[in-house]
């Protein structure tokens, strides 16, 4: 695929999706006007952990923090200070908070785990474990964080509970009611407002995992096979399957993260038909024109040449090859329309 049709693939997938975003509106607002609790999701850049599409619903109602492995620490100066920020809005809101520390695996291969933490499921969850530990520690009653699996064959949503754990494959065809009971037994002390709003979410995976296990996905389609490495932040309109990873630059370690995600699309490249392409993709989001999308502009160029400069050291042989491109884009917030940067 030339540069000319990733951009144009790309685009058509912003407007679709920008569009959806600015449609479902007056969605979101009746949604919040029942659901109080703010949501959030710590995930892996694996393009297979997908929210929006595990739960069924619309994007923009959780927040999504993506690293390589979900290997988030609370002592990242940025990562930290954009949850106070999410946490600070939802108190004034008078609303509380949830958050989802995911990590996730494969349950009928070890190598279709996650490659951030070289297959190991134990590991993952452990850190996930620490991770909410100190969330916790740090924001007490005022979030709270449960750890939860992805199980990416069947897209298994499992919360991982203070008495017991509970599923969306558990609950395929089971009510609200039943599943509110079955909330209140795993989580006693999760407060009663935050368990209903947790409902919409475990009611959507159940669907999700009765129609995977009714049409199950092949062996090809379980694998990577991502086309992009996504760099910065506002990328939840990026919505679309195992098409990219997506990195946050909050990341101290981004130099590493963008290592391994080149190392997925050298793979996938090798798999790939010969006209197949990727590509670096750079978004950074901004409100308001003038200075804030000035410095949007800059920072997503900025970022496009250190990950351009990255892979070159790491992987000259793709660069060489003719198949990754680069470009940046801004995104603006209150559509998700992105721009793509013309030099
Ligand atoms: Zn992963």
């Not at 058509?12 to 509106?25: G, K, P, R």
Request: hydrophobic content about 40%; aromatic content about 8%.
């Amino acid at each position: 695929m030339p540069l000319s049709s990733i951009k144009q693939r790309i685009l058509e997938i912003n407007e679709l999706q920008s569009t959806a975003y600015v449609a479902d509106e007056s969605a979101r607002l009746r949604y919040w006007a029942v659901h109080k609790t703010f949501f959030a999701c710590i995930k892996c850049m694996d393009g297979r952990v997908n929210f929006p599409l595990m739960t069924k619903t619309p994007i923009g109602i959780v927040k999504p923090f993506r690293a390589i492995g979900g290997k988030f620490d609370v002592w990242w100066p940025s990562f930290l200070g954009r949850v106070r920020h999410w946490t600070e809005v939802a108190i004034n809101h008078g609303s509380r908070t949830f958050l989802f520390v995911t990590y996730h695996y494969s349950a009928s291969d070890t190598h279709l785990g996650c490659a951030g933490w070289k297959y190991d499921k134990v590991a993952a969850r452990q850190h996930a474990e620490k991770l909410r530990q100190d969330l916790s520690f740090i924001f007490s009653e005022e979030l709270t964080a449960v750890v939860a699996g992805v199980e990416t064959d069947r897209d298994i949503l499992t919360l991982h509970g203070e008495k017991d754990d509970v599923s969306g494959e558990m609950l395929i065809g089971k009510t609200k009611q039943e599943i509110s009971a079955i909330l209140l037994a795993c989580f006693p002390n999760v407060p009663a407002q935050v368990r209903e709003d947790l409902i919409p979410f475990l009611l959507g995976n159940a669907q999700r995992v009765d129609e995977l296990t009714r049409e199950p996905r092949n062996h090809q389609q379980k694998q990577h096979n991502e086309r992009i490495v996504a760099v910065g932040q506002g990328f939840d309109w990026l919505t679309q399957e195992n098409l990219a990873l997506i990195i946050n630059d909050s990341d101290p370690n981004l130099a590493e993260s963008i290592r391994v995600a080149g190392s997925l699309i050298v793979k996938n490249l090798k798999d790939a038909p010969p006209d197949d392409d990727a590509a670096i993709c750079t978004n950074v989001s901004y409100k308001k024109p003038g200075l804030d999308e000035r410095q949007a502009i800059a920072r997503a160029k900025g970022l496009r040449e250190f990950t351009k400069q990255v892979i070159q050291e790491s992987y000259p042989e793709l660069v060489v090859s003719g198949r990754l491109h680069a470009f940046a884009s801004v995104m603006w917030e209150p559509s998700k329309k992105i721009r793509i940067i013309e030099e």
